[in-house]
């Protein structure tokens, strides 16, 4: 069973920058990883994605550009550096891992609780 704990979450302003984590606890050998987001009254929508090697990784249009996916497999975490902030990016963001097919569009078997970015104007 894999487990996954986000933290980093927080109030900036806009333009401001933050570093969300994710702390994984169990097996992840082979797992991608993969970061969502989901607004208030909003679905939830991809934002980045990372191979296990780290060698791939995936964006959503919206946050191309500003925010950067890295994994460190001996720590069992991977970050999310979220730069240029603005406040269309406020949601929760959740944290997942598994195998999908697709990382963008593909199911992800283990999800984080989340942790809040809050970007005001």
């Known amino acids: 069973q894999v487990q996954l704990v986000e933290s980093g979450g927080g109030l900036v302003q806009a333009g401001g920058s933050l570093r969300l984590s994710c702390a994984a606890s169990?097996?992840?050998?082979?797992?991608?990883m993969g970061w969502f987001r989901q607004g208030l009254g909003k679905e939830r929508e991809f934002v980045a994605a990372?191979?296990?090697?780290?060698?791939?990784?995936y964006y959503s249009t919206s946050v191309k550009g500003r925010f950067t996916i890295s994994r460190d497999n001996a720590k069992n975490t991977v970050y999310l550096q979220m730069n240029s902030l603005k406040p269309d990016d406020t949601a929760v963001y959740y944290c997942?891992?598994?195998?999908?097919?697709?990382?963008?569009?593909?199911?992800?078997?283990?999800w984080g609780q989340g942790t809040q970015v809050t970007v005001s104007s």
């Open positions: 169990g097996r992840t050998f082979s797992y991608a």
């Open positions: 990372i191979s296990w090697s780290g060698g791939g990784t």
């Open positions: 997942a891992a598994g195998q999908p097919d697709n990382y963008v569009r593909g199911l992800y078997t283990y």
